[in-house]
Each structure stands twice: as structure tokens, then as C-alpha cells.
């Protein structure tokens, strides 16, 4: 996938693309999960690309996008920081393509997405939220103990890519091959700093963003564990948001595309062949 320059001085995002040149062509673009790249859809990006051009961003402190400034880690919500670039980036692409466009979002990702689906519907024409990080206040800032282990483990792929690799095929035995090496990758290429604060969602309620919802929106959950605890799953129905389509993927962890990509693509492509145009 032909990678954008990157302009470290006014912080563009990095990202890449698949699928025919022509911006015009239907357009996904694709927002990846804590500790993951743009690299990472390559199973999607196969599927997608022979009708669809495929963007794949690099958020603000990963893979090869502009590290968090010291003022940007201190600012009241670093994750508006994120949210801000990559809406920048979404205009661009947007404007290069003619119209909205379809955004794909995993996890941070999707937490994201549906931001943008709520602030900027102008720019969506619809989105796809994948195990969205939609945690509740109390829980937003993650325990100090898991943070220790999410630095050490990335850490632990820079000194011993080869080994974490082969652990996390093991680990992940339904995973399509071409997943595990740019996730792996991506784990030597992300922002400690970031890492070491802890959060994945936006400080704004994930309820209020998913209320604002005014695109068709279809919405994946994990069969088992993910960051949408079951409370949080109730008050998502109760929203009673008719743009919000949602879906418990049985069987599946937090990385549903991953984890079954048969039952991810089922639900997925139709939406993408009704509103990516």
C-alpha cells in the first residue's frame, strides 16, 4: 500500500492506501485499535480493495504518524488530540474523494469513528464500530498494573520481534496469517508516552457520542470479554438510536475481524455495498 509523506512540522497523520488509484472509487477508511497501525487490516484490505480504495491511518503516536507533544500528553483530553488529527486527515481524504466516506474503526479506533460519525456526519456516510473502546468514566483510565504490562509487552516485541511473534500465532490460531506480522510490528512502532496514560476513549461520555449518532452506524461486539461491559452493552440498546445496528459476534474476542473473519465480513460488506459509493 503506497504510504502519504509525513510532515512531522504540521503533524499530518501518516497513512496508506490499496485499491484503484482513482479517489473517486468508492472509499473505506480504515482506524485501528491501542497499540495497532494502519498496516493492520491486511485480511480486510484483500477483501475490499479489488472495489474499493482502502486508507489506512496511522493515528496520532502510531506506526509512522507524529509522536504526542509533551503538550498534547498534558492537554485536559489527550484523545481529543488524536480525535483532532484524525479528523484533519479525514477532510483531506474526503475532499480528494468527492463526498463522505465509510469509516472501519477497531476498538480506540471506533471509539473515534463513532465520534466522527456524531460531530461530523458531513464527512461519514457511514460507519462500521468494531468492539468500540466505550468505557464509562470510572473505568476510562486503566488500572496501573495493566498499563505496566501493555508498555512491558511492547517493549518486549522491540527486543524480541521474532519470539512475540511466534507467541502470538500461537495464541491466536484462527487469525488469517497475513494479521500477525504488521501486528506485531506495530507494537515496536507505538508512543510509550501515550501508552503510559492509560486511556483509549475520548473524556466525552461514549453514550452521549453514540446518542448523536445520525449515520447508518452498524456495531460489532465481542462474543467474550472486549472493553463494552454488559452494563454498557443494556445502555446501548436503550439508547434506542435507530442509526445503531448492533450485533454480538458469538464466539469472538476483542479482535472480531481477526478472531472470525467469515462472521466480521457477513456483517460488514453489505453495509459497505449499501453505502459506500
Not at 119 to 146: G, N, S, Y
Request: some cysteine; glycine content about 8%.
Amino acid at each position: 500500500m503506497p504510504s502519504s509523506p509525513h510532515h512531522a512540522d504540521d503533524a499530518s497523520l501518516a497513512y496508506r492506501w490499496a485499491g484503484p488509484a482513482d479517489p473517486a472509487t468508492p472509499t473505506l477508511v480504515l482506524l485501528h485499535g491501542l497499540g495497532d497501525s494502519g498496516d493492520c487490516w491486511p485480511d480486510a484490505v484483500r477483501r475490499w480493495s479489488p472495489t474499493h480504495r482502502v486508507v489506512g491511518v496511522d493515528a496520532l503516536g502510531h506506526g509512522r504518524s507524529p509522536r504526542f507533544t509533551p503538550e498534547q500528553l498534558a492537554a485536559p483530553d489527550p484523545m481529543e488530540e488524536m480525535y483532532a488529527a484524525t479528523e484533519r486527515t479525514l477532510t483531506e481524504v474526503v475532499t480528494a474523494h468527492g463526498g463522505p466516506v465509510v469509516l472501519v474503526g477497531h476498538s480506540m479506533g471506533g471509539g473515534i469513528a463513532a465520534a466522527l460519525a456524531a460531530r461530523r456526519p458531513d464527512l461519514v456516510a457511514a460507519a462500521v464500530l468494531e468492539d468500540p473502546a466505550w468505557r464509562d468514566p470510572a473505568e476510562r483510565v486503566q488500572p496501573r498494573d495493566v498499563v505496566r504490562e501493555r508498555v512491558a509487552d511492547c517493549l518486549a516485541f522491540v527486543e524480541h520481534l521474532d519470539a512475540e511473534l511466534e507467541k502470538g500465532r500461537a495464541d491466536n490460531p484462527t487469525w488469517p496469517e497475513a494479521e500477525l506480522e504488521p501486528w506485531a510490528r506495530s507494537k515496536t512502532e507505538v508512543d510509550l508516552g501515550f501508552l503510559e496514560l492509560g486511556i483509549a476513549n475520548l473524556l466525552e461520555p461514549w453514550d452521549d457520542i453514540a446518542a448523536a449518532i445520525t449515520v447508518p452506524t452498524l456495531v460489532l461486539l465481542a462474543g467474550r470479554g472486549g472493553p463494552v461491559s454488559p452494563q454498557a452493552r443494556r445502555r446501548a440498546v436503550e439508547l434506542d438510536n435507530p442509526h445503531l445496528d448492533l450485533h454480538v459476534v458469538a464466539g469472538t474476542g476483542h479482535c472480531i475481524r481477526r478472531d472470525d473473519a467469515d462472521a466480521y465480513h457477513a456483517l460488514v460488506d453489505p453495509l459497505l455495498a449499501q453505502h459506500a459509493h
